[in-house]
């Protein structure tokens, strides 16, 4: 199952609360998540969370509107992740930059098998 969110994009309105109030909403909304398979005897264990934002922000420079991604910047293009579950090294900080091609490669690697279709390498980095 995929969630996106796209309550932060709401700031391209000008309102720098849109952003983040977007994030307390986002955060909130995936506790819920979280909390529901932590409940549930069938995903309990049997789950794996992938989050990671689609793009970086940026600032406008032509205008006071903040956490933007429209300005080709770097961090416009830098992102993280975070991802937890069974097969994931819980605990592992990997602090150096890869594309975010590998996302869906290396989810696929964790449900057992190949996204022969994607760009990336495997993040085996992460794997136990
Ligand atoms: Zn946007």
Redesign the pocket.
Same mark, same amino acid.
């Given at each position: 199952m995929m969630v996106n969110y796209q309550d932060p994009?709401y700031v $391209?309105w000008g309102n720098p609360s849109h952003y983040t109030r977007a994030i307390q909403v986002i955060d909130d909304g995936l506790q819920r998540l979280v909390d529901t398979v932590d409940a549930d005897p069938f995903y309990r264990d049997n789950t794996v969370f992938v989050i990671t934002p689609d793009c970086g922000r940026d600032a406008n420079p032509l205008m006071d509107v903040p956490f933007q $991604? $429209?300005f080709n910047s770097r961090a416009a293009h830098e992102t993280w992740a975070i991802a937890f579950g069974p097969g994931i090294d819980s605990g592992r900080v990997l602090d150096r930059q890869v594309d975010q091609s590998v996302v869906a490669p290396t989810i696929a690697a964790i449900m057992g098998f190949r996204a022969d279709r994607a760009e990336g390498d495997v993040l085996s980095d992460i794997l136990i």
């Open positions: 994009d $391209h $991604h $429209h």
